[in-house]
């Protein structure tokens, strides 16, 4: 149980020992916002009006070279108006990443600006923000595509074994909470359906390359008729169509998914055409990702996204599982 409540009160106290670095004045407020991969605080001075949005990373995760990679390809995110964003803030030293000694070790710590706006959920024309967010990953991957890396970039893979292969960043999926051997089974036959169809599917340049990789609803912003979106955390190379994927991460079974779908594409194609083949693998991805948070909710259980899904989660992704298979039967592309 990483975050336990006596580490998120060393947390407390780095931030608070980092804020002046940031021009932020003993009176200001901290305090923590989410838990997810890493811990984020908000820092707010009533004082002067002021507030800003801390994160820190989770232990052993990313590497000092791979978060201030994340941090340059915001910077040119920004500075071209690709999307809406929250900008990284330097401290006094002029360094974007921070670091404090948490009692154990030292914790990375970086500060951006606060961005206004409230998660879109269901009740709030879901729709209509998912064909502006397919407007903004058009937007994104053709920037991707053109962007010229700084040198010393790097980013984490998300590839069929960084995923839910032997070497899955997040964890096995056969650790799932509650999975029982027949979901196993499932899951098991599904695996490898996944692995024969993305070695179909493939790498190239075309399909492959800088994504986002976390536009879930929780990272999107809504304020007035502006989409932002937060959080680059997982940023690194993937499909460009696994965008979507991540972007309805935690509700994958949920009836209004096709019509998300189709308002994401219509969006994506009123900026940039997508090829049929990368269309037709969104199903595919969809699963592949969804076995893919199946097992970083076992691996994060200390979460509160992790038990707020529990071992229901695990059950829908059997029963998802099955009717992928089935569809895969109909389709001819299974035996």
């Known amino acids: 149980m990483l975050y336990s409540e006596q580490f998120l009160l060393r947390l407390t ?33 009533k004082a002067n009006r002021q507030a800003l949005i801390v994160r820190v990373h989770r232990p052993d995760y990313h590497s000092e070279a791979e978060i201030l ?21 330097p401290g006094a030293d002029g360094r974007l990443l921070q670091s404090f000694f948490d009692g154990e070790s030292h914790r990375f710590a970086v500060a951006f600006e606060y961005m206004s706006g409230r998660e879109p959920d269901a009740e ?26 700084p040198d010393n970039f790097i980013r984490k893979t998300w590839d069929f074994d960084r995923v839910i292969g032997p070497g899955a960043h997040w964890g096995d999926w056969r650790q799932a909470l509650g999975l029982t051997t027949a979901g196993q089974q499932i899951l098991e036959r599904t695996y490898q359906l996944l692995e024969q169809q993305i070695a179909a599917y493939g790498y190239g340049e075309d399909r492959f390359g800088l994504v986002h990789c976390d536009m879930r609803a929780a990272n999107l912003l809504v304020d007035g008729e502006r989409l932002g979106v937060i959080d680059f955390d997982d940023c690194g190379l993937s499909w ?18 096709p019509d998300l779908m189709a308002a994401w594409l219509d969006g994506y ?9 990368q269309e037709a693998a969104l199903p595919m991805l969809i699963m592949l990702r969804r076995m893919q948070l199946t097992a970083w909710i076992a691996s994060h259980a200390e979460t509160p996204t992790a038990q707020a899904m529990g071992t229901a989660y695990t059950d829908g992704t059997v029963a998802l599982a099955e009717r992928y298979l089935a569809e895969a039967v109909r389709s001819g592309l299974a035996a």
């Open 124 to 149: 709030s024309a879901l729709v209509k923000w998912y064909g502006a967010l397919g407007e903004i990953n058009a937007r994104l991957h053709a920037h991707s595509r053109n962007w010229k890396r």
């Open 13 to 45: 106290n780095g931030v608070r020992q980092l804020a002046p670095q940031w021009g932020q004045t003993p009176e200001a407020e901290i305090r923590l916002l989410t838990i997810s991969e890493n811990a984020t605080f908000l820092i707010e001075n």
């Open 269 to 277: 194609r009123r900026v940039a055409p997508l090829p049929p083949e």
């Open 69 to 89: 990679s994340e941090l340059a390809w915001i910077k040119a995110l920004i500075s071209e108006d690709i999307v809406a964003t929250p900008k990284p803030i």
């Open 240 to 257: 460009f169509a696994y965008d979507f994927a991540a972007a309805i991460s935690f509700m994958e079974h949920e009836p209004y998914i």
